[in-house]
């Protein structure tokens, strides 16, 4: 489709960022050019999430501004692809100015669906019926489209996301993802490992692994079975790659020990672990359906620390999910300062129809007021930003590596200082994010820093 343009807007987590990446490509292939500029576009694509309540209501509200556009540029096709669109369907598709929706198992068909859209102009509904049981050959249209269009990340240069494996067997009472992104499939590790040489011989210097539970991959090949450990490894042993890290983990203690040592034997992998805990309450781990209690969870980040002893974790919190008391949050404060996470994404709880907790006749039952969840949840907050505060205080005066990502969005540093360099932003192997002065070429490789200032969540440097 030579001389159409597209315009992609990305939702929620590494995934969506990895699934926008896949059909980016896929596009471009088939003849698309992109466009940052939504009234320039012939397509416009919204890549969804579906986690919390507040990322749908985002991209219902921006749904309701493309009608406005649509008004003046009728024959202008919207997709909606990604989670929300496997949630919600034909429901999407009856919206005003939707044209496709397409779920995320169905990506591999966005060209086709796309062109159709513009030269018939005509709805298209892409959805996977049977999320939960999905065929070999679904998952072989999957694995031949990602293979095909697996690139780096263009936002950020020298980096790029691979996926591990898809979907999830948690069911977490609060989580959607089992429902839309389906089972737990784990990709061949041949598969994985050559497209991480593609991007190495791209100039691609830190990969990703994705996975939703990316450390409990398990792939069985003949008398072999390959674990995260086993990728690490491999990855690391591709010349060209410098830094290979993983996200996100679930608590367990399956293969732990062996990924744990092989990022303290690995100068490559890096020494950065997500480990969402989600509460410190054990009676609301036990409604949440997290399989684990919060003395073992400390346990295991004792474990993590005494063979990766700079290790940095981060966690996941939701605050205010049904049932939980006074004392039950008063747990999960006291886990969050027992763990000494150097960052924490913390979320106040919100209802989502189709998980666990809802099909179990209970997703009704929020009985949490709002104000109680986010007088919780400023208090968390202001808990981890302490720790975080001190963790930061910790680099004063000590050299950094980096690999620069490019210029920073924010005036963190005074511009009086920069001389004739603009200011950059990088982040160490154990994801701390470095604002500095250096020149923009320096984007996509690594450098040092001294760190002279610091911040809860950012360390500032000079460049050395």
């Not at 507040?54 to 406005?68: D, M, N, T, W, Y």
């Not at 990022?263 to 399989?291: E, T």
């Not at 209970?362 to 709002?370: F, H, P, T, W």
Request: glycine share 6%; aromatic share 8%.
């Amino acid at each position: 489709m030579k001389g159409k343009r597209v315009h992609i807007k990305s939702f929620g987590c590494q995934m969506n960022k990895l699934d926008t990446a896949l059909v980016t490509s896929a596009l471009r292939k088939a003849g698309f050019s992109l466009t940052g500029s939504e009234k320039e576009a012939d397509v416009v694509l919204i890549n969804t999430c579906s986690v919390r309540e507040h990322a749908e209501q985002r991209v219902l509200s921006h749904l309701g501004h493309l009608k406005h556009i649509k008004k003046t540029r009728p024959d202008m096709v919207v997709g909606v692809i990604g989670c929300m669109a496997q949630r919600l369907g034909d429901k999407l598709l009856e919206h005003e100015a939707v044209n496709i929706v397409c779920g995320p198992a169905q990506i591999p068909r966005i060209t086709e669906l796309v062109t159709k859209a513009l030269q018939e102009k005509a709805k298209s509904l892409a959805v996977t019926e049977k999320i939960r049981k999905t065929t070999e050959k679904q998952n072989q249209t999957l694995e031949k489209f990602e293979s095909a269009y697996g690139i780096e990340d263009e936002q950020i240069p020298g980096q790029a996301f691979v996926r591990a494996m898809r979907g999830c067997n948690n069911f977490c009472a609060y989580c959607i993802v089992p429902y839309v992104r389906g089972p737990a499939v784990c990709r061949p590790p041949q598969a994985i490992i050559e497209q991480i040489k593609k991007l190495a011989d791209q100039g691609v210097k830190q990969v990703t692994l994705l996975g939703q539970t990316v450390n409990s991959y398990k792939y069985r090949s003949g008398q072999r079975t390959y674990c995260l450990a086993d990728l690490l490894v491999m990855a690391s042993d591709i010349k060209g790659i410098e830094w290979v890290k993983f996200v996100t983990s679930y608590p367990s203690e399956e293969f732990f020990d062996q990924i744990l040592q092989v990022m303290a034997d690995s100068p490559k992998v890096c020494n950065y672990l997500h480990l969402p805990a989600q509460s410190g309450s054990d009676k609301i781990l036990r409604a949440m359906n997290r399989r684990y209690s919060s003395r073992w969870y400390l346990e295991l980040l004792d474990k993590a620390r005494a063979v990766v002893p700079d290790i940095a974790i981060a966690g996941d919190f939701i605050v205010g999910f049904p049932g939980e008391s006074q004392d039950d949050f008063a747990a999960t404060v006291e886990m969050v300062k027992k763990a000494r996470y150097k960052n924490c994404f913390i979320f106040k709880y919100s209802p989502r129809p189709g998980t666990r907790l809802w099909r179990a006749g209970k997703g009704l039952e929020d009985d949490v007021g709002a104000e109680v969840k986010q007088k919780r949840n400023i208090e968390l907050l202001a808990v981890q930003e302490k720790v975080s505060d001190e963790l930061s205080r910790a680099f004063l005066g000590k050299e950094v590596k980096v690999l620069v990502e490019g210029l920073s969005k924010k005036p963190h540093l005074n511009a009086a200082d920069s001389g004739d360099n603009p200011q950059l932003v990088g982040r160490t192997a154990t994801d701390y994010i470095v604002v500095f002065n250096g020149p923009e070429s320096l984007a996509g490789r690594f450098a040092k820093a001294k760190i002279t200032r610091t911040s809860p969540l950012t360390l500032f440097g000079e460049l050395i």
